[in-house]
C-alpha cells in the first residue's frame, strides 16, 4: 500500500459472524467438521446456504441464519453480506473435481472474502487452523484498503 493510499479497519468481535458454505459433495465432510467443532461454533453466530444451513441446524440444534442455495443465489447474498461487514469468516468446501454451473457466483463470494480481507478456510485443514488461532477468542482488527483511489479513478469514455 503506497503512503497516499488509506486504509480502514473493521474491528471482528469476541463472537464471531462465521458463514459456512459446502457444494453437494462436500456437505457431509463439513458436516461431520461441525459435529467436532460444536462447543467451538456455538460460541459464534453462524450463516448457511440453503441444505448446508438446514443441515447444520439439525446437527447443533441451534438457529443458523440461511440464505438461498448458492447456484439460486445464495453465494451472492453472502458476498453481499461480507461487502457490508456483516460477516467475519467464511468457511466454503467447494468440490474442485466437479463442474459447477454457477462457477462465477462462487469465484464472486471468495474474490469477495479476499478483497474485504476476512479469513477464509477452503478446507477441513485450513478451517481447523482458523477455529483453534488464538484469535477466536478475542477481538482482531482487520486492516483493508479505502478503496478511494480506486472510486476515483479517471474512466475515459467515448462520446
Known amino acids: 500500500m503506497t503512503s497516499e ?32 467443532n460444536r462447543d467451538q461454533l456455538l460460541k459464534h453466530e453462524l450463516h448457511a446456504t440453503g441444505t448446508t444451513g438446514s443441515l447444520i441446524e439439525s446437527v447443533l440444534q441451534i438457529p443458523v441464519i440461511r440464505y438461498k442455495s448458492g447456484p439460486l443465489g445464495g453465494d451472492q447474498q453472502l458476498g453481499a453480506k461480507i461487502a457490508e461487514q456483516c460477516i467475519d469468516m467464511l468457511i466454503f468446501l467447494s468440490d474442485p473435481l466437479e463442474a459447477h454451473p454457477h462457477d462465477s457466483d462462487v469465484r464472486a463470494l471468495t474474490r469477495l472474502a479476499s478483497v474485504w480481507n476476512i479469513p477464509m478456510a ?17 477481538t482482531y482488527q482487520r486492516i483493508v484498503p479505502s478503496f478511494e483511489a480506486y472510486l476515483k479513478r479517471n474512466i475515459k469514455t467515448t462520446n
Open 5 to 36: 493510499e488509506q486504509s480502514q479497519s473493521f474491528e471482528i468481535g469476541q463472537r464471531k459472524r462465521i458463514a459456512l458454505v459446502a457444494h453437494d459433495n462436500k456437505k457431509q465432510e463439513l458436516i461431520e467438521w461441525v459435529k467436532r
Open 122 to 138: 477452503c478446507n477441513i485443514s485450513t478451517a481447523d487452523f482458523l477455529l483453534t488461532s488464538p484469535y477466536m477468542a478475542s
